[in-house]
Structures are given as C-alpha cells and as structure tokens.
C-alpha cells in the first residue's frame, strides 16, 4: 500500500511539472529501414 501511495505523488508530479520532451521510442523497423537505405546508397555509388 506505501509503495502505491508513492506512485500516485509521483504521478502527481507529472501534472504540476509536465515533461519538457517527448519520451524516446525504440523502433526496431526504423533502424531495419535505414540500414538498407544506407546499404542501397553504398551500392548505388
């Protein structure tokens, strides 16, 4: 029960103090598509 009481004043703080970016994402499918732009690129040359 302490530990949900915790959270929530941590929630709470994310209202009051908004964060200022946008958390990062990772995205395997992104890195796939640039890598094979990058290897079409290369041969291209």
Known sequence: MFV???VAKL???AIEY???QKGASF???A???KIE???KAH???
Do not use: F, Y
């Open 4 to 6: 949900q009481e915790e």
């Open 43 to 45: 041969h291209g040359k």
């Open 11 to 13: 929630a709470m703080t």
């Open 31 to 33: 890195v796939k598509t």
């Open 18 to 20: 908004p964060p200022m």
């Open 27 to 29: 995205n395997l499918e």
């Open 37 to 39: 732009e990058a290897i």
